[in-house]
């Protein structure tokens, strides 16, 4: 066990983007570190998103760190579609990153983090 709380929090895990149609729409899929490592895969998930036409939710259960990049792919899914994106977030990180970045307003966020306010 180690008393890093990064690590602990399986820091350092590559990030990975899967775009999967299920139940009528696009869901994102992100995982490990979201960030400018990701850039192409976060680009090419916006383009088959906005493409598809469908409602998109964007599942960051999975996601163990967060910075720029995963929040510009948010606001470029958010301002290129006609519909909300819906953000399902799991780590109460990735909540306030959403929170304090004001991009909580421009998704809607579902919160299963367990966390009450």
Do not use: C, I, N, W
């Amino acid at each position: 066990m180690t008393d890093d709380p990064y690590t602990a929090l399986g820091g350092g895990e590559p990030g990975a983007v899967q775009v999967l149609e299920v139940d009528g729409a696009t869901h994102v899929v992100l995982s490990g570190e979201v960030d400018s490592d990701l850039a192409r895969d976060l680009a090419h998930a916006t383009k088959h998103a906005v493409a598809a036409g469908l409602p998109v939710v964007v599942d960051t259960r999975r996601v163990t760190f967060m910075d720029s990049a995963g929040l510009a792919f948010l606001a470029r899914l958010s301002a290129q579609g006609t519909r909300r994106v819906r953000v399902v977030v799991g780590h109460p990180t990735v909540a306030f990153l959403l929170e304090v970045t004001g991009m909580g307003d421009a998704v809607d966020v579902v919160d299963v983090t367990g966390a009450t306010a």
